[in-house]
């Protein structure tokens, strides 16, 4: 694999239900982050990782969880999914936090919560 | 709040020259960032200003100043596959990166 990989591409979920969104990346990027884009807004923050073994909330946190035991993989999981997380997620990586360095996007997911 | 503003839509004729403009009110600045995104697909990484001025990338050229919390992104040579919509986005005093809602570009032939 080449750059950052998420699964599923999309996935019809019934509310209530739980649903672990998966990354992985193979740039050894110490950064990773998910992030949600609805109709009309920009891309919203939901979780960050800044390096293996921390992550830190975004600007829309609740009802989601990360995790980040190594490098590469950053999942995404919504406990108990509502309608209103009904979404395009993507999770993206970048080689550092500062400076120039920009941020690589996954093909993200289409999640549907009925 | 943290506020960035860019036009929903713009159209522009094959060939010509179209200028995307953002502002932005961010509790801080480190950086400013222009993506592409083509429909159905993910960003991608098209130009990155800290300082003042214009940063020139092929077709593609940005513009920032800092004073005025503005930036705008200049296409030339308009070509169909430039069709796309153009997010803007700034990196904040925690640097975390603050989108913009983007700017859905339709060329016409």
């Known amino acids: 694999i080449a750059g950052i990989t998420q699964a599923p591409t999309s996935q019809i979920l019934a509310a209530g239900r739980r649903m672990t969104l998966r990354c992985t990346q193979d740039?050894?990027?110490?950064?990773m982050y998910w992030y949600r884009q609805d109709l009309g807004l920009g891309l919203r923050l939901i979780h960050y990782s800044n390096t293996a073994g921390t992550t830190g909330k975004g600007e829309v946190p609740d009802g989601y969880s990360v995790s980040r035991a190594n490098t590469d993989d950053f999942p995404l999981t919504l406990a108990s999914a509502v309608p209103s997380q009904t979404s395009v997620y993507f999770c993206?990586?970048?080689?550092?936090?500062?400076?120039?360095?920009?941020?690589?996007f996954g093909p993200g997911t289409r999640l549907t919560v009925l | 709040g943290q506020n960035i503003d860019q036009p929903t839509e713009m159209t522009a004729t094959e060939g010509a020259i179209v200028q995307i403009n953002c502002t932005y009110q961010t509790s801080g600045f480190n950086g400013l960032f222009w993506y592409q995104q083509h429909a159905g697909e993910a960003p991608t990484f098209l130009s990155y200003?800290?300082l003042d001025g214009l940063e020139e990338k092929g077709r593609f050229s940005s513009f920032l100043s800092r004073s005025k919390g503005y930036s705008y992104l200049l296409l030339k040579e308009l070509q169909m596959k430039d069709s796309a919509s153009y997010l803007c986005a700034v990196r904040d005093s925690n640097y975390q990166l603050i989108w913009g809602a983007g700017t859905k570009l339709i060329i016409k032939p």
């Open positions: 993206a990586s970048s080689d550092g936090t500062s400076g120039s360095f920009e941020q690589f």
């Open positions: 200003n800290v």
């Open positions: 740039m050894r990027h110490n950064a």
